[in-house]
């Protein structure tokens, strides 16, 4: 596919091969873009804006249903595509396809209640005479960066808010998965979008990023992807907003009052959902004693079922890493955490890019695997004496996206719902659950600020007071 620069689909002589992880199979190409062709999007960018901020509300919003509709119609080519650029397999494609009908739906729906509110100026001495009202206006160009593991959901969690705000984009998507969002461009662009509002330019984040990031035309940053990259362009972005949805570790508790096997099915499909590339998927599980044993041979036996595989097969639960160097790191970690004492129930090798689902104990502090990110298929079980302690345990790391907790007692639940460092909390969930229109975003180094249509239009526009002097 060519990029999309102001409506034109543009090519360059240079190119950047899109592969299928599962056998590096060529996929497509997309052109190599360059700071160059960012700064052309920019310019261009400044007339969406002009465009955008000026087109009546009920024109976003039918453009945006169009899109929706136009999604729906090419819902099975756009699975396909998430399926065969990145790791899912084309069950959980789909799956992420009907998600981003629904946050670009929301979005149009959403664009109705941009509300502002009077101010009672009165309140100050001085200001009898004062009546006035905020409204909230757009922010202007909007740069978006995303990332690999939901090509097609998180583009529409950026573009659906910028629109519906009144805003333009210029939007990076991740180089190994550029494909979905530009046919997300594509149904949007036939739905009327008029064309200098977006533009998708690809190439590497290391050679595009900072042309982006640092241009004091584009008024946010809206980035989604792993915390090294977060901090580096948090650095260079300089005054403009930014918007920061990062990764996490996420923890889930177990308590011994729990259904035990709705906990065990819950937290298998959390661990291991896209391959365990998910910034909410279960990655530390602590589990009340007497329960221990029970819960991890279930959780054992479940996993074993998982069957890994093509991702275009139907009956594949799991598909390919994104790379086989990731397959590397991610093997490496868990051979990181055995020598340093853990032992690994079942899983623990890879063929290529296809790591077997792998289950954890004992895993020590020292271990990387205990307290960072590993974006991989890998989960550890710990046992815990109390509720106290593994809530303690939970937030003993510098993430903080989503945490969880099985218990059917209350005073449990509420418990870690008051202590645990997180943005959301699941309560006989696992940490693997979002809906597009809830607020969604970490504390600590998950993230800044929230997503989720409505939160993100608060981020994407400002209020502006205006006050009469009577
Ligand atoms: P990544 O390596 O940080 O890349 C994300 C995006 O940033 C890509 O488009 C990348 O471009 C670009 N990029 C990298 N360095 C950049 C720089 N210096 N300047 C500008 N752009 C730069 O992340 P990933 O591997 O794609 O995704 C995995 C991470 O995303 C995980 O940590 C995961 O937890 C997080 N994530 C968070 C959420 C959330 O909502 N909180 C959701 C999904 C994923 P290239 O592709 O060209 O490198």
């Not at 497509?28 to 700071?35: C, E, F, K, L």
């Not at 006035?132 to 583009?155: K, S």
């Not at 792998?358 to 307290?371: G, H, R």
């Not at 719902?417 to 229109?437: A, E, H, P, Q, W």
């Amino acid at each position: 596919m060519k990029m999309i620069i102001g409506g034109n689909w543009i090519d360059k002589e240079e190119k950047i091969d899109v592969r299928n992880p599962y056998d590096n199979s060529l996929v497509d190409t997309v052109p190599r873009g360059r700071a160059e062709d960012v700064k052309h999007a920019i310019e261009i960018a400044v007339k969406g804006y002009e465009i955008n901020r000026n087109l009546p509300v009920h024109e976003r919003i039918s453009i945006l249903k169009k899109t929706a509709k136009l999604m729906q119609e090419r819902f099975e080519d756009l699975a396909k595509t998430i399926a065969t650029e990145g790791s899912k397999t084309i069950r959980e494609a789909r799956k992420e396809v009907g998600r981003a009908i629904n946050t670009i739906t929301i979005s149009a729906e959403e664009a109705r209640r941009i509300n502002g509110e009077t101010i009672p100026f009165d309140s100050a001495e001085g200001s009898e005479n004062r009546v006035g009202y905020y409204y909230r206006f757009p922010i202007g160009i909007i740069g978006a960066i995303t990332p690999f593991n939901d090509p097609l959901n998180l583009v529409a969690h950026k573009l659906g808010p910028a629109i519906a705000g009144g805003n333009s984009i210029v939007l990076k998507p991740a180089t190994v998965t550029p494909l979905s969002a530009l046919k997300l461009g594509e149904c949007l662009l036939d739905a009327g979008l008029p064309p200098e509002i977006l533009s998708i330019v690809t190439g590497y984040g290391s050679e595009i990023g900072d042309a982006l990031v640092t241009d004091e035309r584009i008024r946010m940053i809206s980035f989604t992807g792993g915390v090294e990259a977060g901090e580096e362009i948090a650095k260079k972005a300089g005054l403009k907003k930014i918007g920061m949805e990062l990764g996490s570790n996420s923890p889930v508790i177990v308590l011994d009052d729990c259904n035990i096997d709705e906990a065990v099915e819950s937290c298998v499909s959390g661990a291991f959902w896209a391959v365990g590339q998910n910034c909410i998927g279960v990655q530390r599980i602590y589990i009340q004693k007497n329960i221990y044993e029970s819960f991890r041979d279930k959780f054992v036996e479940r996993t074993k079922k998982y069957k890994t595989g093509y991702q275009l097969d139907e009956d594949t639960d799991m598909g390919p890493m994104i790379t086989e160097k990731e397959a590397i790191r991610v093997i490496d970690w868990i051979n990181d955490a055995k020598e340093k004492g853990a032992v690994v129930l079942t899983g623990g090798t890879r063929q290529g890019t296809l790591v077997q689902p792998t289950v954890l104990e004992n895993v020590p502090p020292e271990a990387k695997i205990d307290c960072q990110e590993i974006f991989g298929p890998v989960v550890s079980l710990y046992k815990v004496d109390t509720l106290e302690e593994a809530v303690k345990k939970s937030n003993a790391v510098n993430y903080g996206l989503h945490g969880a907790i099985f218990t059917n007692n209350l005073n449990n639940a509420f418990y870690a719902i008051k202590n645990m460092d997180v943005g959301g909390i699941m309560v006989n969930d696992s940490t693997d659950y979002r809906v597009d229109l809830m607020p969604f975003g970490g504390v600590k180094k998950s993230g800044l600020g929230r997503e989720g249509i409505r939160y993100a239009l608060e981020e994407m526009t400002e209020p502006k007071v205006v006050c009469f002097n009577l």
